[in-house]
């Protein structure tokens, strides 16, 4: 850390008076002024050198630091992530497959209700149709009015997935993209990184093509731009 205060000290006084200095470069009305102004980008380049030269250095050693302490990090956090993963896939397996068996108990449960229930409507309406025979109507109209409100409830069947304290399974939706060609252009999201390696290949084909294809969405231009080298 005192290196590093040490060295912004050192450089600080030169920069910022290479900074200040190109104030008055930043408009240009003269053939004089553009000629200095050239002359003086070739300072600031120098200056940027030297910034680099000065903290580069450094930089490499801190990232070099950054990932070997990631390194240390990974040999220890991944296999205890890959563990994790194991056991919670082995988890939703088993919760998964206890579900579709007490689904399935459960279809058997409703099936055999419903067939008791239409057993027993079969056999209200032979005796309705009985004491019909036998010019009961009353008891015939009765059994009928029974007949209808015959329900048997259907059993609850539990899972047998015990719930674990601070552990739950929910279920989440989540999309799988068949074919990206035919999605609609408002569902389409393009981040700022898929944006920045868009323009860049866009910048390349520009380079190379100047300006002699079109694409659709796009509008290629050209620009001037001056480059400097360092004294």
Known sequence: MSEIIE??????????????????YAVIKTPEQFNM????????????????????????????????VLSQKAKFFDPLDDAEKKIKSSMIRFSDEQEKIRLEAERKAQAEARAKEEAERKK???????????????KAEELRNKKEEVFI????????????????????WKARIVDFTKIPAEHL???????????????????????????????????????SNSN
């Open 7 to 24: 060295i912004d000290q050192q450089v600080e006084k030169e920069s910022t008076a290479v900074v200040t200095q190109a104030v008055q």
């Open 37 to 68: 102004a050239g002359e003086f980008l070739k300072t600031i380049k120098s200056m940027q050198k030297k910034v680099s030269d000065t903290f580069d250095p450094i930089v490499q050693r801190a990232h070099a630091t950054w990932k070997e």
């Open 124 to 138: 209200l309406e032979e005796k309705a149709q009985k004491a019909e025979e036998k010019g009961n109507l009353e």
């Open 153 to 172: 409830p259907t059993p609850s069947i539990q899972s047998i997935v015990p719930k674990v304290s601070g552990i739950k399974t929910q279920k989440v």
């Open 189 to 227: 999201i393009v981040t700022d990184k898929q944006r920045e390696a868009h323009q860049s290949y866009l910048n390349g084909v520009a380079k190379s093509m100047k300006g002699t294809i079109k694409i659709s969405g796009v509008e290629f231009f050209e620009e001037s731009a001056i480059a």
